[in-house]
């Protein structure tokens, strides 16, 4: 199940592919929380036949889908006076291509505490409609923290010029001991002690 995302030098692939990252929270692995780790032509300005074009207003949506063929959209907000980048809506259904409605949109929350523990955090959210049960690993404290979805998606996503090695060597901090050893093991389904 690989997806390979091909095209000309300039045109676009990064910033397609860190505006899928923002849209699942996972921005973190770009350098940083927020919209401001995306590209200009998505929050400021874009050029267009030689005109600058100032950007008003723009977010993103995605569609996914579970192992139970479930299926919901995604929508964040990148340059909004209104709305918050701190935010994920869920909507049920598939409106990109499927025709569902946005109107019932369920505001969930992600950066803070709690939004992988809370019904209202994504990450929350995230871990259950992909039935996934993340383990509790030891953390640099000397206590037990859950091995966050941030950490795993790491290892999912691969960078154009510097490959795998990119993302899960800059998994974002959590204080979770030994990070990379604890995602190969949920991963490959080693039993960690």
């Not at 849209?23 to 692995?29: A, K, N, Q, V």
């Not at 207003?57 to 909004?80: F, K």
């Not at 019932?104 to 709690?114: E, I, S």
């Not at 030891?138 to 154009?160: D, I, M, P, R």
Request: some cysteine.
């Amino acid at each position: 199940n690989l997806t390979v995302v091909r095209g000309n030098n300039s045109s676009g692939k990064s910033t397609f592919f860190n505006s899928l990252l923002y849209s699942l929270g996972m921005e973190e692995l770009i350098g940083g929380k927020g919209a401001r780790v995306l590209p200009y032509a998505v929050r400021d300005y874009f050029d267009s036949d030689a005109e600058r074009v100032d950007v008003l207003a723009s977010e993103v949506l995605i569609e996914i889908e579970n192992s139970s063929g479930d299926v919901v959209t995604l929508r964040r907000s990148i340059e909004d006076e209104a709305k918050s980048d701190k935010l994920i809506e869920i909507s049920k259904g598939a409106v990109l291509t499927g025709g569902a409605s946005l109107e019932n949109c369920v505001p969930t929350y992600l950066h803070d505490p709690g939004s992988a523990q809370q019904k209202e955090g994504f990450f929350h959210f995230m871990e259950t409609f992909l039935g996934l049960t993340l383990p509790r690993v030891s953390t640099t404290g000397g206590n037990e923290a859950k091995l966050y979805l941030q950490a795993n998606f790491a290892a999912h996503a691969v960078e154009q010029k510097r490959g795998w090695t990119d993302y899960i060597a800059t998994i974002p901090f959590y204080g979770i001991r030994d990070a990379r050893t604890r995602v190969a093991e949920y991963i490959l389904g080693l039993g960690v002690f």
